[in-house]
């Protein structure tokens, strides 16, 4: 019996999934955010509410409905994300699959901000959001804690790299150079290591992958019969 493929793989486990991008305001009107469509990360919350587990979906601004039998919390900023992400308890594995933008303005303007006369360019200072998936990483005990690496050029070195460095036990490479899949698409295709192991998954629907993903988690996070 393939334990990955049988119903249920994730029973009794809770599942916490970071999706959708985030917003860092500037003004009252305005913000910094980023092309993420979250669809990634609700197809991961689909499949993985099917494989059984209890899902937990803390969400950035997203035009996507909540997936059936998943607990959505909605957020708008890094911070926000953060902070909802350390009220959760009882993690079992955390997928960190938002873009989380790296940095913030470092005030918010309390007024619209107005053009200067006589200004032809305005200087923004940013300061570095958290990093959500290294902080829940750090913690003991330490839930299974997976990322996505979105990079346009050395996939395998960069995702490589950023596994070790975040202390992960499995990243999933994505390839954002092909402007054709990824972000706002339906369609992606990914690399995804673990340990020792790399597993190309070639173009197809974000909900197949989210699957083949939910799998492997499975199957590192259940205990294999002997
Ligand atoms: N991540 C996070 N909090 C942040 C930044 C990233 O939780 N402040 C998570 C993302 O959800 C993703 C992983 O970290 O799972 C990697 O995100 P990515 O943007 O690819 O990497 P960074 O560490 O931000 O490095 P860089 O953008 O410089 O490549
Ligand atoms: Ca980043």
Known sequence: LNKT???????????????????????????????????MGYALATAAQAAGARVTLISGPVQLSTPSGVQRIDVITADDMLKATQAVTDMDVFIGCAAVADFRPASMASQKMKKQHGEDSLQLSLVKNPDILAWVAKQSP????????????????????????????????????????GFNSDHNAVTVFWQNNKKHLEAQSKQSIATEVIGFIAQQTTSQPE
């Open 142 to 181: 330490k839930p299974f804690c997976v990322g996505f690496a979105a990079e346009t050029q050395n996939l395998d070195h960069y995702a490589k790299d950023k596994m070790q460095r975040k202390n992960l036990d499995m990243i999933i490479a994505n390839d954002v150079s092909n402007t054709n899949i």
């Open 5 to 39: 493929e049988s119903p249920g793989a994730l029973q009794g486990k809770h599942v916490v999934i970071t999706a959708g991008p985030t917003r860092e305001a500037i003004d009252p009107v305005r913000y910094l955010s980023n092309y993420s469509s979250g669809k």
